[in-house]
């Protein structure tokens, strides 16, 4: 029990019972104080904690460990350290007196002074005591109190930056409406003089080689335009439920191809839940930042793309992880001004004239819509991280269509590529890899894939149908297609039980059985 301010507690340390039925003798009238003895030195600093005395009083004289020791002790232990401590002797000789106020002691007494006296100073010592542990407790408080006022001042502002922030994004989106409306007004009724012209002037080669440069100009006003109002106003997304990571590693050949010679790396963290996001508009989200990623660093680049689950920002423990996804790249970062204004549309600290500054203001757009947040950060010199956190979706609450998942694996690039395309025309995440060591990498990663549409010969250690056994293994439930030139192939007994498309087929042809496969009809 913590003593009040008004409690006096002595702990006496002697070795003589006689001199504690003293000392509770000459204080029994004292109705303030409350009396504990230890006659045994050694537990003096155990017997003192479990006391929690205002004031100790300690013989100096006492076999074993000496009333000095034990004055170190205490005063060695930082919970009893400020307790005053009064030495107890009979001897007056002033070095012992030095002695005892170098060990740590705040006053002296001969054995024994006056009652009146010894009352009063014990009462003295224990009020002084307790009014600086609670002096130091109002400033502990006082500090605390003072740091919970700042971080609430500090959460109170960012919350004002927030909110002007959002309200400043507000207010340019509704005057880049207006902006739009009227720009494209204007352009219209410019085309509509330009396409009059190239009427009346038609057989002027001259004039309608420039009417028709004026008119590319008026497309790609009208282009410009439209990227406002995707930024101003809500755009009809088609969101569909898709793994990003399958995702992110079939653009994968694209994202390379924008960043040019700089290095691209594509990582997940551990089990990753399903998103519904818009096909489209993320695939040129991520390829909006990746350019800004491109543009800011230079041939030694790298750009690593990394997606996990996380809280968001200041969540609790209890709060739901959302999907993460961080590019993070070694280029030449941004200043805070900049990133305080990098999703203004029109902001660009590039001196192209050919940028128009929408990039990350329609990338801020999308991940909004689609109901997430979007973060910059990072130092000059430093590069720059952006973060998208977008809601997850629950397997057994998906909305709306799951984008299917297919690897397709040929060595020839040109069959590859164009069934790629046609795969991904009917709306499906399309997987390539040039040869079967490729396509093992890709289902080694555990990748959720509803279709394997595989070559059977290909150059390498790894054929067709071994893949595909691969494939039966880690997915059963994935579904298989064959091609291939060979006739013999179709004699082996896995093919039997197998749709196998003969070479050459028509792209339509194997349109349909994907379709057919993946029951998307």
């Known amino acids: 029990m913590s003593p009040t301010l008004t409690d006096c507690r002595v702990l006496l340390i002697d070795d003589q019972p006689f001199n504690a039925q003293l000392l509770n003798s000459m204080l029994a009238t004292e109705a303030d104080m409350t009396i504990e003895y230890q006659s045994e030195s050694i ?19 006492m076999p074993m460990v000496d009333g000095l020791s034990v004055i170190r002790s205490l005063k060695e232990d930082p919970e009893l350290a400020p307790i005053p401590v009064i030495m107890l002797s009979s001897n007056e000789n002033p070095h012992i007196k030095a002695d005892g106020f170098a060990a740590g002691a705040m006053d002296y007494l001969v054995k024994w002074p006056d009652r009146i006296e010894l009352a009063a100073r014990a009462r003295a010592h224990s009020r002084a005591y307790l009014a600086i542990r609670e002096r130091d407790r109002a400033m502990q408080a006082l500090a605390a109190s003072r740091a919970e006022l700042l971080e609430r001042t500090r959460q109170l502002s960012d919350a004002q930056a927030s909110l002007h922030e959002a309200q400043k994004m507000e207010a340019i989106g509704e005057l880049t409406s207006g902006i739009a409306h009227d720009f494209n007004n204007v352009l219209q009724l410019i085309n509509g003089h330009l396409q009059l012209l190239k009427v009346s002037h038609r057989a002027d080669e001259r004039t309608v080689r420039r009417v028709d440069a004026a008119s590319e100009g008026v497309r790609r006003g009208a282009r410009l335009a439209a990227q406002l109002l995707a930024f101003s106003r809500p755009q009809a997304l088609a969101p569909m439920t898709l793994h990003a ?27 990753l839940p399903m998103a519904s996001l818009d096909p489209t508009q993320f695939e040129k989200t991520m390829l909006h930042l990746v350019q800004n990623s ?8 790298r750009l690593v793309i990394e997606i996990e689950t996380a809280r968001l920002p200041g969540a609790n423990d ?25 999703f203004e549309p029109f902001f660009t600290t590039k001196t192209d004239s050919r940028r128009s500054g929408l990039g990350l203001s329609l990338a801020f757009s999308f ?37 299917r998942n297919v690897l397709v694996v040929e060595d020839e690039a040109p069959v ?7 795969l991904r025309k009917l709306g499906l995440c399309v997987l390539e890899a040039a040869d079967g060591e490729a396509a093992m990498g890709f289902i080694r990663q555990g990748l959720p894939i509803d279709l394997l549409f595989t070559d059977i010969v290909m150059p390498g250690k790894v054929r067709g149908h071994e893949v595909a056994q691969a494939m039966e293994e880690c997915l059963p439930a994935a579904k298989l297609l064959f091609a291939s030139g060979y006739p013999g192939d179709a004699e082996e007994e896995i093919f039997q039980r197998v749709q196998l498309m003969h070479k050459p087929y028509r792209l339509d042809e194997m349109a349909q059985v994907v379709k057919r496969l993946l029951e998307l009809e």
């Open 43 to 61: 537990h003096a600093v155990q017997a003192a904690r479990a006391f929690a005395p205002t004031v100790i009083m300690v013989d100096l004289h």
């Open 367 to 403: 991940v909004k819509q689609s109901g997430g947040q979007i973060e910059l950060s990072g130092s000059p010199g430093a590069g720059t991280t952006v973060t998208m956190y977008f809601p997850p979706v629950a397997p057994d609450a998906l909305p709306g269509e799951r984008m």
């Open 294 to 301: 491109a543009e800011a660093m230079g041939a030694d680049g």
């Open 416 to 422: 590859r590529e164009a069934s790629a395309e046609v």
């Open 318 to 342: 209890v709060d739901p992880e959302w999907m993460r996804i961080r590019l993070v790249d070694n280029g030449c970062g941004m200043k805070e001004d900049v990133q305080r204004r990098a």
């Open 245 to 271: 990571e399958v995702y992110l590693c079939s653009l994968r050949g694209m994202l390379q191809q924008v960043l040019g010679e700089c290095k691209l790396s594509i990582s997940a963290n551990g089990s």
